[in-house]
């Protein structure tokens, strides 16, 4: 299975834009590059998907290299409800997800 | 929204005893996992579910772990002879797909097991 790194944490203020890198050096052809976020106590929630280039949806974007051996998580103006843990996972084909140990960021006011 | 439910929210059993934990996947999806979370660690995949069988499990999962989709909406967790460290939050989610495009899992809330 492709193994990413993260940072373990990161702080920011609020309106802020944060960005978190993920390095996935193994990744494989036909795989994409999905990020989670959770709260304490909750299921982890999908926030976006992508293989290559940009990809932009309501609450984030994602930008891939063109190697794509990394990707980084862009949450544009944070606020204070976004302080959660926020995961890069890479699956290569089979259905077994492993989270690393994520990036817990927290936003101040 | 669709959504992944949970059943119980919360379960206390004494160890040894056995536990179902139930779930209700989305309604189209396919393929069903579950997961845990002991407090203050990783998410950890358990076993991931589709076409009625097994398709990957962690070495997490031994011999007291069981999963069943007794009917077409529930997906269920079974712990035989619970053990302390079983405690945890177990989370289910279901996808789609298993691969690639829209693979994206759908988490519920959790069951938290607490074993006495």
């Known amino acids: 299975l492709a193994k990413t790194t993260q940072p373990i944490s990161m702080d920011s203020y609020e309106g802020q834009e944060v960005n978190i890198t993920c390095s996935h050096n193994n990744i494989a052809t036909n795989d994409y590059i999905t990020w989670y976020q959770q709260f304490p106590s909750q299921g982890p929630r999908f926030i976006i998907q992508?293989?290559?280039t940009k990809v932009t949806n309501e609450v984030a974007s994602l930008f891939i290299p063109a190697d794509r051996k990394s990707s980084t998580l862009s949450l544009p103006r944070v606020s204070l409800s976004d302080t959660a843990v926020y995961y890069c996972l890479v699956l290569e084909g089979g259905f077994k997800t492993i989270f690393g140990a994520g990036t817990r960021l927290f936003v101040k006011a | 929204e669709p959504e992944v439910t949970q059943t119980p929210s919360h379960q206390v059993t004494q160890m040894g005893q056995e536990v179902i934990l139930r779930c209700v996947p989305i309604?189209?999806?396919?393929?069903f996992y579950w997961y845990r979370q002991i407090l203050g660690q990783k998410v950890e995949f358990l076993v991931s579910?589709?076409?009625?069988?097994?398709?990957?499990k962690s070495e997490i999962f031994d011999d007291q772990f069981s999963v069943e989709r007794p009917d077409g909406s529930n997906f269920t967790l079974k712990i035989r002879s619970t053990k302390l460290e079983d405690s945890a939050m177990y989370f289910c989610?279901?996808?789609?797909?298993?691969?690639?495009?829209?693979?994206?899992?759908?988490f519920g809330p959790g069951t938290r097991l607490t074993v006495l």
């Open positions: 989610a279901s996808s789609e797909a298993g691969s690639g495009r829209d693979n994206e899992q759908f």
């Open positions: 309604s189209n999806h396919l393929y």
């Open positions: 992508g293989y290559k």
């Open positions: 579910f589709y076409n009625n069988e097994i398709s990957e």
